[in-house]
């Protein structure tokens, strides 16, 4: 193995940033010993170490010490008291990850049973003013690549209400430009064609133009398509911005459901099976005696 394969993965989240002199160490000693047991690659483990450890010594108070840092009490106190703004399933995620984590670091520490996480309150789409935050932040990325990028997927999440999985593994061939109009065709778990709303058109135009077929249009050139990869970007795209595919698609969902959209339609562009779905969503809808939207309960 030459030097540079044996050079240990280095990551810099944002967030983390100014902090990283005093816990950037503990951490990646952390995640590399980790990954020499348990076989997963380091870039996989680093986010949900990284969050886990600066809460625990940041807000906790804990020492830099394996054994008080990677301890499955603390872990279950992070997940239900230091990840109040995440989703169940991200949660149940970094759980899964920093379970790895003791075990492997702390093998001497007795496993509590884990309290099931709380089912998610609804996601709650985008204001008007949010989005014009996203778009300015997507514009304020200091290289031209990341400012399409970040473009890129504000416009497959709220262009085309697409979920993190459907973003990432969608391919410039999976565009089709029919006149004014874009859509992008999804292959994978919901089939279907979703024509992208005419504001968010500009970047995937771009991309159908310029890049090769087979590229990825979300940062074309990745090896493959992985669930942390949208996390990563965001992590080095410099912003305490709420930047979530799932708040996007909520957004998504909601335009259709306030401007009409006939509900055959709805179902399939969205790729859901049934209105019901839509139930938690409509809660954020707009009632008037005017509102006329034949998917909205009365």
Do not use: C
């Not at 996601?123 to 990028?149: F, V």
């Not at 968010?200 to 249009?217: H, I, M, T």
């Amino acid at each position: 193995m030459n030097a540079a394969a044996a050079e240990p993965y280095r990551y810099r989240p944002t967030l983390a940033l100014p902090y990283w002199d005093e816990i950037g160490g503990f951490i990646e000693d952390a995640v590399t010993d980790a990954a020499a047991t348990n076989g997963r690659e380091p870039r996989t483990l680093f986010p949900a170490t990284t969050a886990y450890v600066l809460w625990a010594w940041q807000s906790r108070g804990t020492p830099l010490e394996r054994t008080r840092i990677f301890r499955a009490s603390v872990v279950e106190e992070f997940v239900h008291l230091g990840m109040g703004h995440y989703l169940r399933g991200s949660r149940a995620t970094h759980r899964a990850t920093l379970t790895l984590m003791v075990r492997a670091l702390n093998p001497a520490d007795s496993l509590p049973k884990q309290r099931p996480i709380p089912r998610s309150v609804p996601t709650q789409p985008y204001s008007a003013a949010e989005i014009a935050a996203l778009h300015s932040w997507a514009l304020g990325q200091n290289t031209s690549r990341r400012r399409h990028d970040a473009l890129t997927l504000l416009a497959l999440g709220l262009g085309a209400g697409l979920a993190t999985r459907e973003i990432l593994e969608l391919r410039v061939s999976s565009m089709d430009i029919r006149g004014d109009q874009l859509v992008v065709i999804v292959w994978e778990s919901r089939p279907r064609v979703v024509p992208v709303l005419p504001d968010w058109q500009p970047p995937l135009k771009r991309s159908a133009v310029e890049f090769d077929p087979g590229d990825w249009v979300f940062v074309p050139g990745r090896s493959g398509s992985r669930t942390w990869q949208v996390t990563d970007f965001l992590h080095r795209a410099h912003t305490t911005l709420d930047v979530r595919p799932s708040r996007m698609r909520a957004t998504w969902l909601l335009h259709h459901l306030t401007h009409g959209t006939p509900p055959q339609e709805f179902l399939r562009i969205s790729g859901l099976k049934n209105l019901a779905a839509l139930d938690k969503i409509a809660t954020f809808a707009p009632r008037t005696r005017h509102n006329q939207n034949p998917l909205i309960p009365r």
